[in-house]
């Protein structure tokens, strides 16, 4: 049972103006007109709702003392966590030395507008967009050994038979290598060709049967986005194509020469999954050579400030130094605080820590309020026996402090569509242009107080050790605020415990794509190291994306007489993506807690909501489908009145097809 809320004085207005009417009676019995028209029980209702207002802030107190408690707990409220995302930064020119894209540095924000402030990204890490040319150009048949031909000033001029690109007819596993000796990571290379036309049954110029490849050591490679392609799959015969390369390349060993590979295959079938187009003749290569044209990189939602001076210590235990902005994001390497030893100036570096349970006199220990940004300094605890115990060190008196860097902002504004990041706050000599192709994701603001007395009882109750599956899922959400919720599942045959997490995605209450739901291996790395200190010995973790029923709902209705049948249908939509959906789903009215992990769905409940919106008349079909999230395919018949889920899965929505009309006189 619920404990009882306490109101230490629970009158209201109409409470306290009826005393008053009565000690009126008692006190002053001539008065005896009582009517709201008065002006002696006007003043009456005035002081009756001001002593109400006094009453409501006297019912705060347990409130007040909540909090206070929490604090005597150590229960802080968490930081707020940023949204990632990634710049593509396009180059004017081909550099003639190489550019540096300093990270923590280099600023890339929105437009600013009368109304809003622009949102500032920084690129993570320093990157050097190389200024190169290819080393080497190989060309492979299959069934034939690889055939080096000739480099010139990075530029290959095939003579004779090498300028066949490919094979005589050209077959599927053909191959044209460009060699490089700097690695290839994340860049965007443009490659010239000056070629003639090639020839092929039923080849699509815009889809081509090619992929372009980029070594990953071991004989593995990985495939480059296709940004722009002037030679239309070699059909236009000369052009420029503009790939966008991997994250990683590695060296690999082609015709006797170890270099980063860059590489064109055929295919037999084309990127969107086309088959049965083949070339009959290979197009004849006169010169062909690629160059840097920008990079693609990751970027935070954050600012980053370095050697921030904090003050001055004073020698006494338990001192706070606040931060100059804040809320901040979680220290991350080489975010410490710095202490300079008053009597050589050298700067000593102490290590953050969550608290200081386990620190003793001579730890260089501190920790950081990530809502607040306050640096706090070990505290002195007098124990019963009168004795002083000092957790942590403490700076001596004269030593100044400073943060080495630390970085704020984060929260949910940072959720930006895509091509919204178009500013280059910092200025680069050579760079054009720069965007973010995707849309950023993973930011969530701080967390409000309501939430953390919410989740205080459980804080006590698992005492930071996951013994129950409640224990795994509340510590998963602990762990990380992109953590939306989680399901443990008891493992089967004392094999390892499976936990299933959803991340958070802003805004919830859409149709939400497969690639949204399923975690990032950062978040998932995140959560690993913290229950990794919390879990049992000899307890295996597997952390896994949740597991979705994907459903697409088709819907024929007949609108209200003045009803826009547009805006029927899109409420209609909108009400059903907020319905069936892993996040907010699961309550007909709004949005909600998300859809319960393995509660069924009766197709009645979908009529309801149907009915719900403003402007439906009646429903005359309504059908669901099945649909596979990662691929959209949808089941070709229709998946009867009720969906059974497991118990580790949820309902997600597929595209919905809604279609509202007019009563036909």
């Not at 290598?177 to 700097?182: A, N, T």
């Not at 194509?241 to 295919?267: D, H, K, N």
Request: net charge negative; hydrophobic share 35%.
């Amino acid at each position: 049972m619920r404990l009882p809320e306490i109101q230490l004085d629970d009158r209201r207005f109409q409470d306290l103006v009826s005393e008053a009417r009565t000690r009126i009676a008692r006190s002053c019995p001539e008065w005896t007109e009582h009517n709201v028209s008065d002006p002696g029980i006007t003043l009456i209702e005035l002081f009756a709702w001001m002593t109400e207002m006094t009453i409501y802030r006297l019912n705060r107190v347990p409130d007040k003392l909540h909090v206070a408690l929490l604090d005597l707990l150590g229960i802080r409220l968490d930081g707020p966590a940023a949204a990632t995302t990634s710049l593509r930064f396009k180059l004017a020119d081909a550099p003639n030395e190489p550019i540096l894209i300093s990270g923590g540095e280099t600023e890339v924000g929105t437009p600013r507008t009368a109304h809003d402030e622009s949102i500032i990204y920084q690129v993570d890490d320093d990157f050097t967009i190389p200024s190169m040319t290819p080393a080497a150009y190989v060309l492979q048949r299959v069934g034939q050994t690889p055939k080096n031909v000739g480099v010139a000033d990075g530029e290959a001029r095939p003579q004779g038979s090498d300028q066949l690109a490919f094979g005589t007819p050209p077959q599927v596993g053909d191959c044209l290598y460009l060699g490089f000796e700097d690695p290839l990571d994340r860049l965007i290379i443009q490659i010239d060709v000056d070629a003639s036309q090639a020839r092929g049954a039923g080849v699509n110029p815009e889809d081509p049967p090619l992929r372009w490849e980029v070594s990953q050591g071991d004989n593995e490679w990985a495939p480059a986005e296709v940004l722009e392609d002037l030679t239309g799959g070699f059909n236009y015969g000369s052009g420029t194509v503009e790939l966008e390369l991997p994250p990683r390349s590695a060296i690999a060993p082609i015709a006797g020469q170890r270099l980063y590979w860059l590489r064109c295959r055929i295919t037999d079938t084309t990127a969107s999954g086309r088959q049965g187009a083949t070339y009959s003749h290979a197009p004849e290569i006169y010169s062909i050579t690629a160059v840097p044209m920008g990079a693609r990189l990751p970027a935070t939602h954050a600012s980053l400030i370095e050697r921030e001076t904090l003050g001055v210590s004073d020698g006494t235990p338990g001192q706070q130094f606040p931060l100059r902005h804040h809320p901040i994001l979680k220290v991350g390497p080489g975010e410490t605080l710095e202490v300079q030893d008053p009597d050589t100036g050298d700067w000593i570096r102490w290590e953050w820590r969550p608290d200081f349970v386990s620190s003793t006199e001579h730890d260089r220990h501190f920790t950081v309020d990530l809502v607040s940004g306050d640096v706090e300094l070990g505290p002195a605890i007098r124990e019963t026996s009168g004795r002083w115990i000092q957790y942590g060190a403490v700076p001596p008196k004269g030593a100044v402090l400073r943060f080495t860097r630390y970085r704020h902002g984060g929260g949910r504004d940072g959720n930006v569509t895509a091509h919204s990041l178009t500013v280059l706050k910092s200025t680069i000599a050579g760079v054009d242009t720069v965007t973010n192709p995707d849309s950023a994701s993973g930011g969530v603001d701080a967390e409000i107080l309501t939430h953390a007395r919410q989740r205080a009882s459980m804080e006590i109750r698992s005492r930071y050790r996951a013994v129950t599956a409640e224990d795994f899922e509340f510590l998963a959400g602990e762990a990380s605020p992109r953590v939306a919720r989680a399901v443990c599942i008891p493992p089967r045959d004392g094999g390892a415990v499976p936990l299933h997490l959803v991340p958070r995605v802003y805004p919830a209450d859409r149709r939400l794509h497969y690639e949204e739901l399923v975690p990032e291996p950062e978040l998932l790395n995140e959560v690993g190291e913290y229950l990794d200190e919390r879990r049992l010995i000899g307890t295996t973790v597997e952390l896994k994306p949740c597991r979705y029923r994907g459903l697409s709902v088709v819907v024929d209705l007949q609108a209200r007489p003045l009803a826009d049948t547009t805006r029927v249908e899109q409420d209609v939509a909108h009400a059903l993506y907020t319905y069936l959906n892993p996040l907010v789903g699961g309550n007909p009215t709004g949005p909600g807690a998300g859809w319960a992990f393995g509660r069924a769905l009766n197709q009645g409940e979908l009529y309801g909501v149907v009915h719900a919106v403003e402007g439906v008349e009646f429903v005359r079909i309504l059908r669901l489908y099945e649909t596979n999230l990662e691929t959209g395919e949808q089941s070709a018949k229709p998946s009867g009145t009720h969906i059974v889920l497991e118990p580790d899965e949820l309902i997600a929505s597929g595209l919905h097809i809604v279609k509202a009309s007019h009563r036909e006189d």
